[in-house]
């Protein structure tokens, strides 16, 4: 409609590398405003309100059309208009508007969340794995007998049929500190103190460097939570640039480093000063709602082209998978129109780059198809 | 006059958060230029002229014509015209000019500036008192006897009418490190050690952080100054995220987060994070001139709505009492209009965003009226 | 043209503060790219293309007119025109397009580029020298008997005609930690050790610090390296807050600090804060390309705006000494064109900011003519 580039965005196929489950059950109002506040382990103050933000602006502006509602509805005509309509069909609803072919999932934080199959049925997309290395250490834990050899073995059978495997270590004590290899030696130690200790919720330096190696000799790309996240993690400790000295060593494997707010400057530095480093905005774009247009500009700035990928990190209501597809369509529009009418970029490069970042780069990065 | 935003911006009256006093007696051409320079403790080279600022370009923008001046005359013009008019005349004419309805004065660093008699008189705003948690402790630290008992009791004195508290942590020391709850002992060892040193501007870090519990506990909103300042104060350790671990003990009293630059988006995840932080963006709106609604736009990411306040935080000249003001109007209506224009929020949402700001979120949380 | 600003902007003479010299030999277009490319120490992956960058698509827009082609030529026509030309002509052509009076060269790294008398024929311009102290240092230590002495003698040597010197502290260590001047003692004995070791690539930390307080003696402002560079720098340790406490010490000797991305915010603070700081984009403009009027509009938040200069900081290809020209021509048109539309400065304001920018604040700091 006059506009090529904005009848493009609208048509393009994403992948989306980079998402978890959406809710089987949503429960109260108040459960649900809870799911739209990533950064607070309490439950919300009550003289608060999660639809008092730019996310929950966005729901209301890009996600009530999709219940029947004008954009803008307020909060509680959204809440009666969606509890009219089941999980089930409020997931599948959402999940096939996002215009996705390709979800990579991870799988690693699924309680209460659709599983692989239940995403299949319902969307029409491709699905493939990520594989959480904590969560293949917890298990290698509970196995008898050598931890390395059971990491090793669980690994390559969870990896199998997945295309990448995941680190929260920023979760898990963060990105500071030496994370160069252990020796088989080191890593004998620590499991063996670890399972002393019951072997849950592995915060272990030793074991957590061990399985980041492990994954760089997998050779799969490690994707790595990085920046804006809930308050367990400490955010100082979540900047990519604590990475330095890992990536100095981390060879050919790719190395995605998700979300990044407000860190993205530092983690689009690191993708333009190494070849195996990719960024995204993940959930940072969801959050941001109409200031998301300016982040994805950022996220512009150093990394080359090739080197950044589109997710939404939805998890939990399925709305987060849909409005990170509409507000990446909608924000990069905003930010590469711009430069096009400054004569800065040619209309057929604006139109190139979408492409990438929507789906070449992902499908070349993972090996798709 | 067609844009219904504006009016409602031109008209709102404000809550003025965190205020000082302003100056009684300006003093030279020289003086008055390093009240407009917050970082610099020198004083301006000779080469130099805090009118080359964005802050100075916005005085004379937006001050001049408070003087009978049109916008934008020079320099020269606008000191002479300034000077042609009295201290107390200044004051009274550019606070009134803020459309403030609330002054929050912090009391605590007042020499040569109004008191709070005087900035009821002159404003026709209500005045409240925020107490400066250090003062007290100098104070308690010149009485006989119990220092943890004189602190107390000084605190609950000066605070029965005040409303908030406020802690200048960042100079002194800064915010790094351990911020737990000493013990008796520990307060009793530290208070002996200073008082034996004279007892003057308190830096011993344990009774800071036991001021800071003890704010916790009375549990009026604690203010810290966050971010921007003046170079006694190491800018890196004026970072919000150093508070994690504090605000992870604070409970439920409201932490206060205060300018915040360049650090805003920090301190809009903290008030994301957790529900009792919020946060505003201060002398930094005015220092950052027509730049400032980029500024404000990102005080508007990760922070929910009922979180942000408005301030000032003028201090000396009173044109930056009323620039504060001025600037967070056009810059607010400036970027909420983006929003509408965009489709991204609904008009109506603008306006009661507007509001929260404005006033309704400090009188909820300072309990006014 | 009905836009004076812009007419003024196209025609301003500009001093270039900080840059090195331009290739004499390209080589292959796999090396032409890895000149496009600041931060990566390897050679480009082979699935990348620096063209598909921002510094790319600038090139492509504002460097292909000056080989005959339409802007935004694609990256082949591109590679196949500039194939057609010599280096030299290259050269002389870029430089001269850039509309520079003055070309503040830094000779500390130099090979394969061309020399301050082939700059100085091809250009038109006046070719000033920045003595690299790290190269003095180096110099010093294969000179027999003192140490000191023969840095002392080497540095009024080089500086006799030089009018600044440059640190690259942030390649060499770092900026954190202690930078205050070493005793006598510890420098001899740091020099014999680094002598012992064979007197190579200067990391000693005691001889750093020597060298920074030898040039601030000097009294010839001080040129940092800053934020953005190559990988071999880690990032974080190339944040100028590390300098505070150095700079409470420089006294009057300027102090420029260069590029600064991702950190010219703090930069610009450190600027307001420090009557002798200063600040540049440098070739973070280039690396920006289409994003960089934002970065431009930060450079433009705290520092005062007699302590702004421009570079461009251009090595290598000769695109990118045209380039950074090129980009802040236009970059601080449209940051400036805004302030006025929104009526925060007046049209003369901006023309005079250009000029201070452009060249006033670099003649008057580095005492040019």
């Not at 409609?1 to 904005?6: R, S």
Request: overall charge negative; hydrophobic content about 45%.
């Amino acid at each position: 409609m006059g506009d090529p580039l904005a009848e493009h965005l609208g048509a393009v196929g994403l992948i989306d590398h980079h998402v978890h489950g959406y809710w089987l059950h949503t429960g109260s109002r108040r459960a649900f405003e809870n799911g739209l506040n990533e950064a607070n382990t309490d439950p919300l103050a009550a003289f608060d309100s999660a639809f008092d933000t730019q996310l929950g602006f966005a729901v209301r502006a890009h996600c009530a059309p999709l219940l029947g509602l004008p954009a803008h509805a307020d909060a509680e005509t959204y809440w009666a208009a969606r509890s009219a309509v089941s999980d089930s069909e409020l997931g599948q609803r959402f999940l096939r508007a996002a215009g996705v072919t390709d979800w990579l999932v991870d799988t690693g934080f699924g309680d209460g969340v659709s599983d692989l199959p239940t995403m299949a049925a319902g969307t029409g997309g491709r699905i493939h794995e990520v594989v959480r290395l904590e969560a293949v250490a917890e298990h290698a834990a509970a196995q008898p007998g050598d931890y390395a050899g059971a990491f090793d073995a669980e690994l390559a059978q969870r990896c199998r049929g997945a295309v990448a495997t995941k680190s929260i270590l920023a979760y898990r004590g963060g990105l500071r500190g030496d994370l160069s290899e252990p020796t088989a030696g080191e890593v004998r130690a620590a499991a063996q103190r670890w399972r002393a200790e019951g072997g849950r919720r592995l915060t272990d330096r030793v074991l957590l460097r061990f399985g980041l190696h492990r994954a760089l000799r997998l050779g799969k790309p490690l994707q790595f939570h990085i920046g804006f996240g809930d308050r367990d993690c400490d955010l100082d400790a979540a900047n990519p640039l604590h990475l330095l000295s890992f990536l100095r060593q981390a060879g050919e494997t790719p190395v995605m480093l998700l979300h990044c707010y407000p860190f993205e400057r530092e983690a689009g530095y690191l993708a333009q000063a190494f070849n195996n480093v990719y960024l995204d905005g993940g959930l940072a774009i969801n959050y941001l709602g109409a200031r998301s247009a300016g982040f994805i500009a950022r996220l512009l700035e150093m990394a080359p082209f090739r080197k950044i990928l589109y997710s939404s990190d939805g998890f939990g209501p399925p709305e987060l998978h849909y409005l990170g597809a509409a507000l990446w369509r909608r924000g990069i529009h905003s930010v590469l129109a711009g430069f096009v009418r400054d004569h800065e970029w040619s209309p057929a490069d604006a139109v190139r780059v979408v492409d990438l970042i929507a789906h070449e780069n992902a499908r070349r990065v993972y090996r798709l198809e």
